[in-house]
């Protein structure tokens, strides 16, 4: 069983960035796609942002240009820069790796994730 482990959560003013980071507990290279949701309040569950082991990312078109995904294979660490960020930027933000190999790696296919962390808050006012 995987875990995963979000970190770097917090408040932030409109404009801010912040940069979460997701370890997991086995080597990340063996998670070939890992990839970033988020929950805000009243919402469901969204996927935003995808990164493959070859590094190919791929982005939601609402956070396309304002966040970025990477992964340090090396460190078992998925990363998430986010600028510009907004009011309604405010969620859970969770890391999650997929598991259902049926799928292309993208945020197009949310229900390919099986592992998931505990989620870290991010607030923006």
């Known amino acids: 069983h995987v875990q995963l482990v979000e970190s770097g959560g917090g408040s932030v003013q409109p404009g801010g960035r912040l940069t979460l980071s997701c370890v997991a507990s086995?080597?990340?290279?063996?998670?070939?796609?890992m990839g970033w949701f988020r929950q805000g309040p009243g919402k469901e569950r969204e996927a935003f942002a995808t990164?493959?082991?070859?590094?190919?990312?791929k982005y939601a078109d609402f956070v396309e240009g304002r966040f970025t995904i990477s992964r340090d294979n090396a460190k078992n660490t998925l990363y998430l820069q986010m600028t510009s960020l907004q009011p309604e930027d405010t969620a859970t933000y969770y890391c999650?790796?997929?598991?259902?190999?049926?799928?292309?790696?993208?945020?197009?296919?949310?229900?390919?994730?099986?592992?998931w962390g505990q989620g870290t808050q991010v607030t923006v006012s």
């Open positions: 990164i493959d082991r070859d590094g190919i990312t």
């Open positions: 086995q080597r990340s290279i063996t998670l070939d796609c």
């Open positions: 999650a790796a997929r598991t259902k190999f049926g799928y292309s790696c993208s945020p197009r296919y949310p229900m390919a994730f099986g592992y």
